[in-house]
């Protein structure tokens, strides 16, 4: 029985994962959850086995400092802590990082990827919602040197990816009934996830995202429909077997057999990743063009859920404790 | 004043076409509506200046003979007489095209494309809905001889797209909070109609479509994600001179200034197409890649109001009666 | 051809208005709309016909008083000039009415009942929403005198009744999949709008509402559900030609016929409100307990269509011009 | 470790079940699950432990007497031995009730009023949705002697309650965007159960229910809005107190303290019923009119939750395993 401290419960993200861990608690699960506040909790550190930090982007920073020099576990859902060069993150969120000296020490917990590492660490940069579907959708092609150098990312988002916000584009009257795309070429914050990711997973790479999000009038998942090329000679059935080995024995990722799209409602309310290979021309059923459909939970799979699944994974337990 | 018929008039196509006829009316535009069955419409053909057929695919021919041997106006909203190509339709839907000979005798009814054509043609072919997005969305790249051979089409549709019918995957609890990809690697009817205007409209071209529909959880509204590239040397505001001048004086061609995307919203219960033009790349800002977003009301600017607007310029009378 | 005026117009009920009278317009309707501000707008009251002000409650007051000074004609669709007792406003309102003085020039512009006073007023107070859905579902009764003294509303509203704001209840991921009972147990301000209309219709009567509005998760559209008791000997039939009779000829009252209820379908996107009367009990098929359904679009019926159909009135064109 | 079966597993409320049940399952709760058509159930019923049957009305009595006759626990979602008596059930539901020797067997699981019956229960009718919210909102009321005679239910439920269905009112273009007031005016079924329950709580009575259900565009969750008064000297604390009493460790029974409203939101996705209770008009805030809200999931508290609940309490393990 592990104790839990969350920073930031009243956004949708730290409500989803107080609702996660009282249903685990409730089963004998390792968690518990005293509501502290930030000031609270940092005096009280000692007191539970790992902080879940549910904050705003920049808001991070600082308390993570302050728990990491306590020792206890920290999983931060911000995106202070995902990217491993600080100039980077001053080139995709403004400001300079003001704790460049621990973003070695951090994991980047994207638990299908980088398992390995997440057993035993301390601190656990959760990632993004839009780079999860991505990554996963992808890092099979990408590992087995398949990727073709340009992706277009076609994603589409439910609302609650923007947060628990009151501006009027995420009103109910202005969103409904409507399909906004947004930040279309803007180069989004989420691009650098992929890159840093993608681009390390086989020697060096420099692949070129284009990536459209949309708004989505639902309230939660997302779904990713990317546009890639393999090289010639490389079959659908090849790559069908590629994913299935990689994926072999993981618990979260949903693989659908051929001619079944991914949609939203495979992942809704679930911590999986259901993802779909299509060829995108029938009258060329060996490509070398592909549509890849990931969809996950923003949520569960995109936030909350993969939290629990690395703080699960960080302290050798049972990885889909509370998420089944 | 005009008077017209409409055979099919209970789905969702014919029964916003009756309403946009009854708001002319009203307003002394020039239309009259007896609701006559389709039996009865041959019999009083000769009473009524133009026959709407709002009726299923491949349910079309033999009335379309029947009415074209009266010498009445025929304004088909179906598929049956979209594609010149006898071979075509068969290949796309699968059967037979029963009246190849009257073929020749239609006008594909894509109003800012062919308009020199509508006006006075008799026998009218009404494009499908996502065509007419997608084929607005690149007409000044293709006259130009600026697009690229590869378009990747990202669509998403509203349900009425689907028309009014009780299958499963239509009814409020699947289709609700959800987003579906489907016919995704499957050659899909529409892109026939993409090829047949954008492959002939500068010389002869063989563009190659990756189009992805998804059903999307709102009642009406088309939205296309359109990834493209261009030449060397094409600039972004060469791009928007060429779409300003294409469609300079158009009245539902609604241009967006730059830093701004088309959405549903822009153009829902209306007969507009809004489209917007963004570089992928913020780091390229001229090229070669651009994401030209086109949406359209399915029921409106997608049929009906489309239908409208073929009927207007059909007898010479201003386009946009009824329609504003 | 008349000209227009508009405060307020980017709000939902502003936008619509504009658009109702775009269509007009364009028609040959009596309409022009130069956007212009309140300060402006007060400088060039000569030049339009009618101004309709748009704004928040207790806004509208000092801008009334400026108009009418002007002579120019007035629709208001704010709260502030529809109750006739300045004691009843700051008893709902909670704040001194500081125009008093023209309280008494105020027509109550709703339309099917005072049709008579607004032909030719120069001063309308376009009523409330919910009341209109209320009263024009009641008036047969209270005037027949055939109305229970206890009467219980169980309203509900799209979201767009809110006006456009950002409160985080109206926010999509707090409104969609959810139905929010408020107010329940509070005098809503808009029973003072209920009882001024029915205590009067037929002598002095006191009615007792309970009414309990709820926000429900569509952008437009009132239903209310109306719980009444009629007199011992008043059957269901009597009751049917007592509102056949009342609403003869009205061109946006749409009673339904027995067996059918209504539904916001019925009216959304037009200036009608749909009536359905039906015995609470079909054990007691003649009462004397009966279910009166109510609906209209908010922001037509309910607001903007009902102020063109007040100005049409109150300058004797015809009253459905640019409403059908 | 408990077996159980499940008949009409692909239906809304079967796919529910499973679900609730693989959660339990995977927390080492009392489920197991293979999804066996009805016959070889039948010849199964040995290996399981309890038998749910969601299959559609009428459907379920021939299956009951089957597995009845083999002694395997029987959990009921139909409304087939709801009703005690066989007159009832021929006059709601149109036919003869071909079991009538069973219905003294069953025990009506309505767990929070029937609790001590369902203890070692056999055979079990799962109670239904609209009804449930009913009678727990009332039931404190009803048992203190306290209910107005006449009671005024105004519930909304969403599409997911009409079951897994194809017909055109529930496809998502008429659903969405629109609210549907349905049966009002009939003796609606579910009538049935409120009489069962609440005219027998308190000796006998007979209160008398106007019942009218709204088609709701949400997916689950169902809202009862309860227009009831109580005896002269019944304060609004006495009727709190009392329903803090009547329901003191309820671990599903959510009371919302004074000034909160009951919503869908408070109950989605749990077992949960949650209760308001607020004076009908504050101008007289003890009475005699008040307004119950009582809302829960359809789909878990209003079916598969309960069912699991009825389980649990007859073969005498915690209440809530599984359901938290």
Chains 1, 2, 3, 4 share one sequence.
Request: charged share 15%; aromatic share 8%.
């Amino acid at each position: 029985m592990y104790k839990a401290g969350i920073a930031g419960a009243t956004g949708y993200t730290g409500f989803e994962l107080v609702q996660l861990i009282q249903r685990s608690e409730v089963h004998a699960a390792p968690w518990d959850y005293p509501l502290i506040s930030l000031q609270e909790g940092m005096a009280r550190a000692g007191e539970v086995d790992v902080v879940f930090l549910c904050l705003p982007h920049a808001a991070s920073i600082e308390p993570v400092r302050a728990f990491q020099a306590t020792g206890v576990r920290v999983v931060d859902l911000s995106a202070d802590f995902r990217l491993a060069d600080p100039a980077a993150y001053q080139r995709w969120y403004g400001v300079a990082h003001t704790a460049p000296d621990l973003l070695p020490q951090f994991v980047y917990g994207l638990c299908e990827i980088n398992r390995a590492q997440i057993k035993g660490a301390r601190l656990i940069a959760n990632p993004g919602c839009y780079p999860t579907s991505v990554n996963l959708g992808l890092y099979p092609l990408a590992k087995a040197g398949w990727l073709s150098d340009q992706v277009i990312v076609d994603s589409k988002s439910g609302v609650s990816g923007a947060g628990r916000q009151t501006k009027l584009q995420y009103s109910f009257v202005e969103a409904n009934e409507n399909l906004t795309p947004y930040n279309v070429g803007v180069r989004h914050r989420h691009i650098a996830e992929m890159e840093q990711v993608l681009n390390r997973v086989n020697g060096q790479h420099t692949y070129r995202f284009i990536f459209s999000p949309h708004l989505l009038p639902v309230n939660r998942g997302i779904l990713s429909t990317i546009y890639i090329s393999v090289p010639q000679g490389v079959t659908e059935q090849m790559i069908r077997d590629l994913y299935a080995e990689t994926y072999a024995g993981e618990p979260f990722i949903h693989l659908l057999p051929a001619g079944q799209i991914a949609s939203l409602r495979h992942t809704a309310y679930t911590n999986r990743c259901a993802i779909s290979i299509t060829p995108a021309d029938p009258a060329q059923p060996d490509g070398p063009d592909y549509i890849i459909v990931a969809t996950l939970d923003n949520l569960i799979k995109g936030a909350s859920g993969q939290a629990i699944q690395n703080f699960n994974l960080s302290v050798g337990i049972d990885e889909t404790l509370g998420l089944l």
